[in-house]
């Protein structure tokens, strides 16, 4: 499963709390009717049982905003505390689900074209 997030300038620790909740109790619709992603596993190829990962990547153009033709991002959280935060965030899915279940992205990298 794959989440993508970014924080706003409003994010604080109860956002990342809030965040977790979210991630781990979403209901996943499969075969076998629906379940939290905590609870959640499915059938390999070997025919046992395993375990849903996450794949967690911080993504700032999700909080862009549309000014003319320019996306804006001013609604951004300052970087230094958005790492904070994300970090928070990955200790408390690892604390949830895992440290084997979580695959993290790295916050803060830019993309050059």
């Known amino acids: 499963i794959i989440v993508y997030?970014?924080?706003m300038k409003s994010a604080s620790e109860?956002?990342?709390s809030d965040m977790v909740s979210q991630i781990c109790h979403a209901k996943i619709y499969t075969d076998n009717g629906?379940?939290?992603?905590?609870d959640l596993s499915y059938t390999n190829e070997n025919?046992?049982?395993q375990k849903w990962q996450l794949m967690l990547?911080?993504?700032a153009s999700l909080g862009g905003k549309m000014k003319g033709k320019v996306a804006q991002y001013h609604?951004?959280?300052e970087k230094s505390r958005g790492e904070e935060l994300y970090e928070?965030?990955?200790c408390s899915?690892?604390?949830e689900l895992g440290e084997d279940r979580i695959i993290f992205g790295t916050f803060g990298n830019t993309q050059g074209l």
């Open 5 to 7: 997030f970014c924080f």
């Open 14 to 16: 109860s956002t990342v």
């Open 34 to 38: 629906k379940k939290g992603l905590k």
């Open 47 to 49: 025919g046992g049982n």
């Open 57 to 59: 990547i911080p993504q």
């Open 75 to 77: 609604g951004l959280i």
């Open 88 to 90: 928070e965030l990955k």
């Open 93 to 95: 899915l690892k604390e």
